[in-house]
């Protein structure tokens, strides 16, 4: 019998979780620390949550929270789960939705107030609001009808460093 249950602490609705003694690649570790910062999975959570920031700073209030739910269920679609470490057993468990979705609207706020005025600037200037520091807001702009079609990229998404990412590897979550 099995009873190292460890709970999901996010949703109390759910059964228990199975414990996780070793966190894949695709992973998101709740904590602090270069280990947890270094982890495969929290370096491409960061970016996902990078190259969302800019249309998160601009949509209402109400559109918000979907953002930030669509991230979790990016990595969660791709086998990526939300892990926080029990300290007593040094066991990981699933954090939920709930607190996932919390955690991942707090990182979409951090610097928001930054990029706001780096997008007002931008706009003030050239009077061109689509892509500001790597933010890409052309979904707020632009008005899609069924016969549009989502314009071509060079195939890389901005990231926080100036380089891209393939976009093979930002929506492989690899």
Do not use: W
């Not at 979780?17 to 270094?38: E, F, K, M, S």
């Not at 991230?71 to 066991?91: H, N, P, S, W, Y």
């Not at 933010?135 to 314009?151: K, R």
């Amino acid at each position: 019998m099995n009873q190292n249950y460890a709970y999901n602490v996010g949703d109390n609705n759910e059964a228990p979780a199975v414990p996780v003694i070793a966190p894949t690649c695709r992973d998101v570790l709740n904590g602090r620390g270069q280990g947890v910062q270094r982890h495969p999975g929290n370096e491409k959570y960061r970016k996902l949550v990078f190259v969302n920031k800019g249309l998160y700073a601009k949509c209402p209030k109400t559109d918000k929270i979907k953002i930030s739910r669509g991230i979790v269920a990016a990595v969660r679609e791709l086998g990526g789960r939300f892990l926080e470490m029990d300290e007593r057993t040094q066991v990981y468990y699933d954090i939920g939705d709930k607190k996932a979705t919390e955690k991942t609207s707090q990182a979409l706020r951090e610097g928001l107030s930054k990029i706001r005025m780096q997008m007002f600037q931008a706009e003030e200037t050239s009077g061109n609001s689509t892509n500001i520091a790597g933010y890409d807001t052309s979904l707020l702009t632009a008005s899609m009808t069924s016969e549009t079609t989502v314009p071509a990229s060079n195939g890389t998404i901005p990231q926080p460093n100036g380089k891209g990412v393939s976009q093979e590897g930002y929506f492989g979550y690899s």
